[in-house]
Nanobody, 124 residues
Framework: QVQLVESGGGLVQAGGSLRLSCAAS????????MGWFRQAPGKEREFVAA????????YYADSVKGRFTISRDNAKNTVYLQMNSLKPEDTAVYYC?????????????????WGQGTQVTVSS
């Protein structure tokens, strides 16, 4: 089992940057592929990015491709989401998630563990 805690959210102007972090408990972090999702008010949770266990494979939603970068540091049990060129439509609660399968997938049902979320607000 793994517990996830996100941090790094906040208020930023359009065009700005933020880096989200997700710290995982447990000694088996490197055995979990990780994902980032987001949920805006009144909308369904949507996929943002995913990364394989080793970090060698990544996958992005079209809406963030070229602006966001997912990475991980297995020595620190942490996955990151670097968000650049932020837009007001990126405003949402951002969640990290973990799956024991070494796959990069967009479906939230593939992930077994979720963090509590961190708020990102982008002002215009």
């Amino acid at each position: 089992q793994v517990q996830l805690v996100e941090s790094g959210g906040g208020l930023v102007q359009a065009g700005g940057s933020l880096r989200l972090s997700c710290a995982a408990s447990g000694r088996t972090f490197r055995s979990y592929a990780m994902g980032w999702f987001r949920q805006a008010p009144g909308k369904e949770r949507e996929f943002v990015a995913a990364i394989s266990c080793s970090g060698g494979s990544t996958y992005y939603a079209d809406s963030v491709k070229g602006r966001f970068t997912i990475s991980r540091d297995n020595a620190k049990n942490t996955v990151y989401l670097q968000m650049n060129s932020l837009k007001p439509e990126d405003t949402a609660v951002y969640y990290c998630a973990a799956t024991p399968q070494d796959i990069v997938v967009a479906g939230p049902y593939e992930y077994d563990y979720w963090g509590q979320g961190t708020q990102v607000t982008v002002s215009s």
